[in-house]
Nanobody
Framework: QVQLVESGGGFVQPGGSLILSCAASGIIFSIYAMGWYRQVPGKERESVAVITSGGSTMYADSVKGRFTISRDNAKNTVYLQMNSLKPDDTAVYYC????????????WGQGTQVTVSS
């Protein structure tokens, strides 16, 4: 019943831009912190950006100043605007929904591939 569906990934040249979208269903979207994570084969999944239910944002140092996370609660959608893309940004990007409870709850999307290469 819970679904997080990412879209917007693709192939882009270094310095280019992409916008990722994650549409959520089956959760009360507005009360969840939303995040974008990425993973490269052979490496652990890492947090890229997080936006809280209150709209506060946090970014990994590697993307700070280049990526922007935002959310539209009316559309149950979180976005990741990615600018000045680098080859090291190449990864599968996953959408995450996190509810701060004891225990906490996390939901994940299926991932969308972003490839940055010339």
């Amino acid at each position: 019943q819970v679904q997080l569906v990412e879209s917007g990934g693709g192939f882009v040249q270094p310095g280019g831009s992409l916008i990722l979208s994650c549409a959520a269903s089956g959760i009360i979207f507005s009360i969840y912190a939303m995040g974008w994570y990425r993973q490269v084969p052979g490496k652990e999944r890492e947090s890229v950006a997080v936006i809280t239910s209150g709209g506060s944002t946090m970014y990994a140092d590697s993307v700070k100043g280049r990526f922007t996370i935002s959310r539209d609660n009316a559309k149950n959608t979180v976005y990741l605007q990615m600018n000045s893309l680098k080859p090291d940004d190449t990864a599968v990007y996953y959408c995450n929904a996190h509810k701060v409870t004891r225990p906490s709850y996390d939901y994940w999307g299926q991932g969308t591939q972003v490839t940055v290469s010339s």
